[in-house]
């Protein structure tokens, strides 16, 4: 099985390039303000240093071969709107997860989401070669649901109290999962979404 490199993805939208330390200070200027867009996330992106910190935490697990972060970017700007990562690789098992991902508002709602996600798959596929991709979500955030069901993701269940947020509710999470039998129907379903002409 391939080892979890770091790699640039191209879209036609964006570029999916490896996280970097001084990728932190335009995260927090992506983020704005935006106190909403991290309410479901399991760390705190409020301030420069929380920025600092995620990305190190991310680079620290890439370095324990566990993670591989990426710095989303603009293809025709080099603007950087986010951030997203492959997670929880398990190289004996072929699986990893999906997530980590958070998008700047003024470009949700757009092919950015849908074209980070089939960059990853494809290369959790037809790379890696994976036999399982994972994502999970807090059950209280719908829009995040919703948007990994129209990915092809299929929800497997629900972890209750699975976990203690920032704020100390105790969150119950929701899984889904593609697996490597379902990839070339949800790739054409994804090409379709971003190339509705094709």
Known sequence: MPAL????LEGRHVLLDPLMPEDAQALFAAAGDDVEMFRFLSE???TLQDHRDYVQRGLEEQAAGRALPFCIRLRNTGEVIGS??????????????????WIARKVQRSAVNTECK??????????????????????????????ITRLGATQEGVFRQHMVMPD???RDTVYFSIVRREWPSV????????????
Do not use: C, M, Y
């Not at 790739?187 to 094709?198: F, S, Y």
């Open 5 to 8: 490199l770091p790699v640039r």
């Open 168 to 170: 100390g509710r105790v």
């Open 118 to 147: 089939r960059l990853l798959l494809a290369h959790g596929f037809d790379v890696l070669e994976l036999n399982r991709i994972e994502f999970k979500t807090d059950a209280l955030n719908t829009v995040s649901r919703a948007a």
């Open 44 to 46: 705190p992106l409020r």
């Open 84 to 101: 997203t990562r492959f997670a929880a690789f398990d190289p004996a098992h072929r699986r990893a997860e999906i997530g980590w991902t």
């Open 187 to 198: 790739r054409v379903a994804l090409e379709q979404k971003l190339d509705p002409d094709r």
